[in-house]
């Protein structure tokens, strides 16, 4: 059985076909390093990396590029900002990515590109599109021009026409259509800059990942990936420029859901972070330090890719009880070195015999990574496999081979590496307890308000507030933080 993969550009699922056999190339958009990264940010690296160890395991070579984008507008202002050098602030930010990696037990990631590495062939690229006619020079730079691209909008279901509609008032002069993008800047006074035939300038951020992707996995490859928000317009973008540029581009596009609190999604652009103490328990490092790494990783991979995670306080305990549970299970088998599993790995896996049952979960482990990756439907099967063990005793063989399969399908998806006990361990307790408290506290406070009993509801919200717990009302009901 082949497996199959949900590809955005063609609304379906395929099975994954390779260009070149045994091999995959898989690009995934990378951090702008300016500022901490958010729990959002977490999603994409910890699902490929699963997504990778999973075709590895299928007999994949995997190329898995994720890219650093070190030079950018935000990048420039905050360096303005705070008059720190803008190296430095993405020097600081990439170091941080990468520590979060770590702690993350993302391992496969065999290239991150920088966009600042890759500047004179992303001059070379632009130039070779202005002489292909699909690009033109403004007094800011260079612009793509989208009217010269036929299918323009097909990823992200978009028409042209309706993007004329929806543009602003105060459009460019200069732009031929307001969805024509940037592809050179032209750099202001003090800005950092890089000279072109066009002038000192910085490129735009669409065309590095069509550069970088030329320039690492060559002009067509395998699998294409990013958050749902970067459907349009980055993505529609890079398919513009690696067309027009003569490449057939990426042949699978997948796109990952986004984490969600309180029903919306956690962007930068959401109203609410710009609150700092509401956007700092979103913070990375925070809630790593907060919850543990595995149980994040864990969170991360708990539902299929394409629904969102809920980042709720009683969703994160939840998480954290189920792994506990299964690392209690598994015992000293998590302590042992961890190493990449593969081909010969997974068939290992599968030459244990088993129980009837759990021979079932483990088979059904396999079925729901080949379709479409579905890490939620995987973990549900080794909770299954943990429940089998119990039910053997305590010394019997059965017992051990489950659990060893238990531990193996587990590791491929990069859970139960060495010190994963511990870390859970010692960032245990206090959140889960007080979750369940918070939800006895809001649970009284629910019942005072449907008695009409305002000053009981308001005093219990005050007093809180004072504790530094904050109390919000919404549409979708009461929640804290
Ligand atoms: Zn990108």
Not at 7 to 19: A, I, K, M, V, Y
Not at 282 to 292: I, P, Q, S, Y
């Amino acid at each position: 059985m082949p497996i199959r993969v949900y590809n955005t550009l063609t609304r379906r699922s395929e099975p994954l076909n390779p260009l070149t056999p045994g091999k995959i190339g898989i690009y995934l958009c990378g951090p702008t390093v300016y500022d901490d990264c958010h729990i959002g940010h977490l999603m994409g690296p910890v699902l490929f990396d699963a997504i990778a160890r999973w075709l590895r395991v299928r007999g994949y070579d995997v190329r898995f590029v994720n890219n650093i984008t070190d030079i950018d507008d935000k990048i420039i202002e905050r360096s303005q900002r705070s008059g720190e050098p803008w190296q430095e602030i993405t020097r600081r930010y990439s170091e941080q990515y990468f520590a979060l990696l770590r702690r993350l037990h993302v391992a496969t990631i065999t290239d991150h590109p920088r966009c600042t590495d890759f500047v004179p062939q992303m001059i070379r690229y632009i130039a070779d599109l202005l002489a292909a006619g699909r690009a033109y020079v403004t007094p800011d730079g260079v612009v793509y021009d989208v009217q010269q691209q036929p299918g323009y909008g097909k990823l992200s279901g978009r028409r042209l026409e309706e993007m004329v509609a929806g543009a602003r008032v105060e459009r460019d002069p200069h732009l031929r259509h307001p969805a024509d993008f940037a592809l050179w800047k032209r750099a202001g006074p003090g800005e950092p800059s890089w000279d072109s035939p066009w002038g000192p300038g910085r490129p735009g951020w669409h065309i590095e990942c069509s550069v970088m992707t030329y320039h690492t996995l060559g002009p067509d490859f395998d699998i294409h990936a990013g958050g749902e928000e970067l459907k349009f317009p980055h993505h529609e973008n890079e398919i513009a420029q690696g067309e027009a540029h003569g490449g057939g581009y990426a042949r699978v596009w997948m796109h990952h859901n986004l984490v969600q609190y309180q029903g919306s999604k956690i962007a930068k652009s959401d109203p609410r972070m710009r609150d700092p103490a509401f956007a700092e328990q979103f913070k990375a490092w925070r809630v790593l330090d907060a919850h543990g790494a595995p149980a994040i990783r864990y969170l991360l991979l708990s539902g299929h890719y394409r629904r969102p995670v809920d980042f709720a306080p009683a969703a994160i305990a939840a998480v954290r009880t189920a792994l506990q549970r299964l690392l209690a299970a598994l015992g000293e088998r998590c302590e042992a070195p961890a190493t990449l599993c593969d081909a010969a790995g997974l068939a290992a896996l599968l030459e244990r015999a088993l129980p009837e049952r759990a021979a079932q979960a483990r088979a059904a482990f396999i079925a729901a990574m080949d379709d479409d990756f579905n890490t939620g439907a995987a973990i549900a099967q080794l909770h299954i496999l943990s429940h089998e063990a119990h039910k053997e005793a305590e010394d019997s063989a059965a017992r051990a081979a489950i659990l060893d399969v238990l531990a193996g399908l587990g590791r491929i998806l990069g859970l139960f590496q060495p010190g994963d006990r511990a870390q859970l361990a010692s960032t245990a307790g206090g959140d889960e307890r007080l979750a369940k408290v918070m939800e006895l506290v809001l649970e009284l406070r629910a019942q005072a308000r449907a008695r009409r009993d305002f000053a009981t509801s308001d005093f219990i919200r005050e007093r809180l507030q004072a504790a530094g717990i904050t109390v919000r009302d919404g549409r979708d009901g009461t929640t804290w933080s």
